[in-house]
């Protein structure tokens, strides 16, 4: 399922129907990238045998990755999970440091 007919469905807060996804997704950024928890709204579509994992991020949460996982790939946390995490973390730094850059420019 494509980010586009995923977008049609209701977003859940992840913190509620997958905790420990959350939680890893949280760790990983914070201990890799020293992006907080607060930076970042993660959210969950339930798709067919999976999740479409949506991670918002930067000013206003106006930015966002996307990625469809299986039940499977999720219970096992392999290294398809660990690289959509670290793709979050090297995009969301980059836009934080744009953000930064555009509010401290002088009017």
Known sequence: ?????????????????LPQLHHQIAEQLEEQHNIHPYDIQTKVIPVDAGYE????????????????????????????LSGFIEKIGDTCKEVMIADYYKMMRPK
């Open 53 to 80: 994992v949506i991670v918002y991020f930067g000013d206003s949460f106006a930015h966002r990755e996307a990625a469809y996982f299986s039940v499977e790939a999720i219970e096992k946390n392999g290294g398809e």
């Open 1 to 17: 399922m494509s980010s586009e007919q995923a977008a049609g469905k209701h977003e859940k807060p992840m913190r509620v129907i």
